[in-house]
C-alpha cells in the first residue's frame, strides 16, 4: 500500500508546546551559538523584530543576520538555555548569554580584549507566528 507524501500525517509547526517543537527550540540555539547562519535564521518570520538593551531594536530577518554576521567574527555569543516555558503563541526563556572576544574590540561592550569573556543573565520572550519567531525582547534579570 501507497501513498502520497504526508497523508494522514499531522504537521506541527516548527516552534510551540509540545516536547518535538522545543527540542526545535533547542536546535535554534544551538545554530545560534554555532554562528549557522544558513540555520537560525530558518526559526524567523520575514518580518522578525529583535530588542536588544544596549543595541537597539532590528526589523527584519536580514537586519537581524546583518547585526550577528558583524559581530560574531570579534565577538561570539553563545546560549545556555536554563529555563523554558512554551506555548503555540510564544516562548519565555531563562538563558544565560556568554560572549567571548574573538579579537580586541570596542564596538560592542566597552573594550573588550581577544580571549575575554563574561557572560549575563537574561529573559527571553520570543513571539511565535506559525511556529517561528516574530518578535524577541531580551531583558536582564540580574
Known sequence: MTWA????ISKYPRLGASNNQQAAF???TS???AGEFE???TFYTDDVVLKLPNH???????????????MFPKVKESLQVEQL????????????SSFTAVEDTNE???????????SVKVFVV???RDGLISSIEVGRRE
Do not use: M, N
Not at 507524501?5 to 494522514?8: A, F, H, Q, W
Not at 537597539?56 to 547585526?67: H, L, S
Open 5 to 8: 507524501p504526508g497523508v494522514g
Open 26 to 28: 533547542f536546535a535554534y
Open 31 to 33: 545554530a545560534f551559538s
Open 39 to 41: 540555520t537560525f535564521p
Open 56 to 70: 537597539g531594536t532590528f526589523t527584519g530577518r536580514d537586519a537581524i543576520v546583518g547585526f550577528y554576521k558583524k
Open 85 to 96: 516555558i512554551c506555548d503555540d503563541g510564544g516562548i519565555c526563556a531563562k538563558i544565560t
Open 108 to 118: 560592542y561592550f566597552g573594550e573588550f580584549k581577544k580571549g575575554a569573556q563574561f
Open 126 to 128: 520570543y513571539s511565535l
